[in-house]
């Protein structure tokens, strides 16, 4: 009994034979060129990390364990909230003051200058200034669409 072998057999080993030969000698090129680039590196003698940091001498002991005071606290955190509120307080006063001065000298100049205009929502329908006049004669209430 004769065993034949195919042809397909026969192109298979030699191939693989080939490939298993390339990559070895790939590897072995890789190998050498890895080494070549890494013999100039050697490890640091100290660790650098610890040039970043300051080196403190502390003694080993445990110190003592001192209890916060909860009354500074308490009064650092009231005089802390009432500045706050004082700042705020003195905002808002002075705020409301400009505000209603405002307001009264914009009716002062209304009543003296246009007595006979009439307010449509904030808008006055007609003034005149420095013989200039300008007079609205139709409004409408256009929603913005914001997205």
């Known amino acids: 009994m004769t065993i034949s072998i195919g042809s397909t057999i026969k192109w298979t080993i030699p191939l693989l034979l080939v490939m298993s030969g390339v990559s070895t000698a790939s590897a072995y090129i890789a190998y050498k060129a ?57 905002k808002l006063s002075s705020k409301k003051t400009k505000k209603k001065k405002s307001e009264k000298t914009s009716q002062n100049k209304l009543d003296s200058s246009q007595s006979k205009n009439v307010l449509i929502g904030n808008f006055l329908t007609e003034i005149q200034d420095g013989g200039v006049s300008l007079e609205i004669t139709d409004s409408n209430n256009q929603n913005a669409i914001s997205y």
Request: proline share 7%.
């Open 34 to 90: 890895g080494y070549k680039a890494l013999q100039g590196v050697d490890q640091p003698t100290a660790n650098p990390a610890k040039k970043l940091t300051k080196v403190k001498k502390s003694s080993t002991r445990p110190t003592e364990f001192e209890p916060v005071d909860e009354k500074m606290i308490l009064i650092k955190v009231y005089d802390h909230i009432h500045a706050q509120e004082k700042k705020s307080g003195s």
